[in-house]
């Protein structure tokens, strides 16, 4: 079965804990899991340059998910082969002060990618319907509007030639845990952590239900969502990157044509 079709969400879809545990992809071996990852990420790097070369069709790669859910190690680990000119990062932190003057998606379509590129959003506007209403910044009327305007958002991001890739990094609060510790244990990565990380952790169950909702209010075959057991780190990159290659691989991906005027053409010593 194709990843595509092995980690699509649904109308139905519910987030739960013990379905971030599942490896459905590995081998049961870690070497041999990491391997493959380095290997698919090769083919997403020559495919990707393909997509550059065409400059016909544009690709915006979505993760979301809780605090540690591995946001930046997807980034990492999946995209790090590819051609630095061909690829941006967009990071959606809180909002700045100019940001706030403007509608929610401003910002957001500010990031989308151009012709020939792949954009990831490490998080995304989906923050607008998870943290706002967490918080109950926003109230459920205003969540479905907000959910409509996505929709529309993402609709005429695909009918003006932009293919989208929605990825929830889906982990277990036992795993979260272990890795806010792991990070309290190690100096090194005091960086990392936020004590904000362990006020959003009381909200655990209300964001997993959220997920659920907003996944299920704009899930669309033109912009499809896709839950990912991400206990794994390895397994999780394995996921996306098997989604990621078989995507372009459906985009029929070819160099562009010769140019005529180059035939025969000898460059002199």
């Known amino acids: 079965m194709k990843a595509c079709k092995q980690f699509r969400a649904g109308k139905q879809t519910r987030i739960k804990d013990a379905d971030a545990e599942q490896k459905p992809l590995s081998s049961g071996d870690k070497i041999k899991d990491r391997e493959q990852v380095a290997a698919l990420a090769a083919e997403i790097a020559v495919l990707q340059e393909m997509l550059y070369a065409g400059q016909q069709h544009k690709v ?43 509608d929610y998606l401003w910002r957001v379509h500010q990031q989308v990618p151009q012709q020939g590129e792949i954009v990831v959003f490490n998080r995304s506007h989906y923050e607008d319907v998870l943290i706002t209403r967490v918080h109950d910044w926003i109230d459920d009327a205003e969540c479905e509007r907000r959910y409509a305007q996505i929709r529309d958002f993402e609709r005429m991001l695909a009918e003006t030639g932009t293919t989208i890739i929605k990825c929830l990094l889906h982990i277990s609060k036992d795993e979260q845990r272990n890795r806010l510790q792991e990070r309290i244990d190690d100096p090194a990565k005091h960086w990392k952590f936020d004590m904000q990380d362990l006020e959003e952790r009381k909200s655990w169950d209300k964001y997993q239900a959220l997920f659920g909702k907003a996944i299920q209010a704009t899930d669309a075959d033109h912009a499809p969502w896709y839950v990912i057991p991400a206990n794994s780190k390895t397994h999780r990159n394995l996921a996306i990157a098997s989604i990621l290659l078989e995507t372009l691989a459906d985009l029929k991906l070819k160099p562009p044509p010769a140019k005529p005027e180059l035939k025969g053409l000898k460059i002199e010593a």
């Open 60 to 102: 915006l790669v979505v993760l979301q998910g809780t605090d540690t859910s591995g946001k930046d190690g997807t980034v990492k680990g999946v995209f790090n082969l590819i051609n630095p000119q061909g690829i941006q990062i967009a990071n959606f932190k809180a909002p700045s002060t100019i940001e706030r003057a403007h």
